[in-house]
């Protein structure tokens, strides 16, 4: 029996062919419809496979440089070797920086020759070689802003690389970023008294001013990036008259300007979209993006100890002619001047943000909430050149070979219980 059946049963084996050619030819022309329609989604899913590699990989080639590379391996070391109390530090990788700033959640700063993005625990993320005479460093969203003050060099990096790399044919005076990458160079243009531009996070360039009667001190983008406000002064006789300019971006054209008689200009920060808070030698004003100027405070630049600004805040300590306090402390948010507070010893550096303000003094550090309501206070942290205070209240010192990191709950921090 078994051997009559023998013959149907070989003729009941279908070879597969050895080819792919013909295994997707017979897939093909498949007399089973189902066979058919799975045979041609396999082809479009492989080659949407291969499109989507190739678009990723053209998108993303930054994170494959060898500079990237180098800094994943970096990473990866710091990390497996990291010893306890390593994270409440950032050594410098050259034992010494020019200018910082923070940057998501550690710092970018510079020196003479590279510019470093790392995070406590000195886990350097990225190195761009630089070679400025006068690095200063902006970063907002995820980017830094990079430019040799003086020089004709500027650069906008990353934590993926450099995003744009700009060698300008004037000097550099001063510069800005905003949140979403955009930023603003102040240069000293050869047949103009100086000049200012917004570039875009590629490098293009979307705007630009050359004054033949300012002289541009600084600019900052509106935080939807939409508007610049340009603080100059003008030469009116024997007189400085200090201007507040506000541009469209898009179009280029001039839509408000709020003349300050007889004051000098020296800080700007724009608050939110509602206009920006201008520092004087004569005081504080608040200039709103239709030209109206209000005075806020009356100040001599005399009497003006340390300021700071970041984000839509800016804070100022000015000596006190009252009561037992050696300085007192003003902030402008939003358009708002909220103080004095009275501090008991002069500041050396402030630090400003969403979260409070910060006063770097002889005897270390006080962090206070908005409203001025003293948080904590940190007394290692005496000797810093500089600090800066995060969104959520951590303070950075910047000393001369490292950058310590300080909390409410450092070893070292005391809550302070007696608040005002």
């Known amino acids: ?37 799975v045979g041609t989604l396999r082809i479009a899913c492989g080659w949407l496979l291969i499109v989507g590699a190739f678009l990723f990989l053209l998108t993303n080639y930054q994170l494959f440089s060898p500079s990237s590379i180098r800094s994943f391996a970096e990473y990866t070391v710091a990390g497996l070797s990291r010893r306890e109390g390593d994270i409440t530090a950032i050594n410098y990788e050259n034992d010494t920086f020019s200018d910082a700033a923070l940057f998501e959640a550690g710092l970018a700063y510079a020196d003479s020759d590279s510019l470093f993005l790392a995070r406590p625990g000195s886990v350097t993320e990225l190195t761009y070689a630089l070679g400025y005479s006068s690095p200063v460093v902006e970063a907002e969203g995820g980017y830094a802003l990079v430019y040799d003050r003086g020089g004709m060099k500027a650069a906008l990096v990353s934590s993926a690389g450099p995003s744009a790399e700009l060698e300008l044919s004037a000097p550099i005076l001063t510069g800005s970023i905003g949140r979403g990458g955009r930023f ?40 939807d990036g939409r508007t610049l406000a340009v603080l100059a002064f003008l030469q009116n006789g024997v007189a400085l008259d200090s201007h ?16 300050l008689s007889d004051a000098l200009g020296i800080e700007l920060c724009y608050q939110e979209n509602s206009g920006a808070a201008v520092l004087c030698d004569d005081g504080v004003y608040f200039v709103t993006r239709n030209g109206n100027a209000e005075h806020l405070l009356t100040l001599a630049s005399s009497d003006l100890i340390a300021v700071a600004s970041r984000g839509n805040a800016m804070a100022i300590a000015a000596r006190s002619y009252s009561g037992d306090a050696r300085a007192d402390l003003y902030t ?19 630090a400003v943000s969403a979260a409070g303000t910060a ?19 940190n007394a290692e942290a005496v000797g810093a050149r500089r600090i800066l205070l995060t969104d959520n209240g951590t303070v950075y010192a910047l000393y001369s070979r490292n950058a310590r990191v300080f909390t409410a709950h450092s070893e070292q921090s005391e809550e302070i219980s007696n608040a005002k």
């Open 184 to 223: 603003v160079l102040v240069t000293d243009d050869q047949g103009y008294r100086t000049a200012v531009a917004v570039y875009d996070t590629d490098g293009t360039e979307v705007f630009k001013y050359q004054s033949s009667e300012y002289y541009i001190l600084s600019a900052s983008l509106s935080p």
């Open 244 to 259: 507040v300019l506000f541009y469209d971006v898009s179009s280029g054209e001039l839509d408000a300007d709020a003349a």
């Open 359 to 377: 006063a770097l003094s002889a005897s270390g550090v006080t962090v206070c909430d908005t409203g001025f309501t003293p948080l904590w206070r």
């Open 332 to 350: 402008v948010r939003s358009g708002t001047l909220e103080g004095p507070f009275g501090l008991a010893e002069e500041p050396t550096a402030l």
């Open 1 to 37: 029996m078994s051997e009559q059946q023998t013959p149907q049963n070989k003729a009941n084996i279908v070879r597969f062919p050895a080819s792919k050619k013909e295994r997707r030819k017979l897939l093909r022309e498949s007399k089973d419809k189902r066979v058919r329609i």
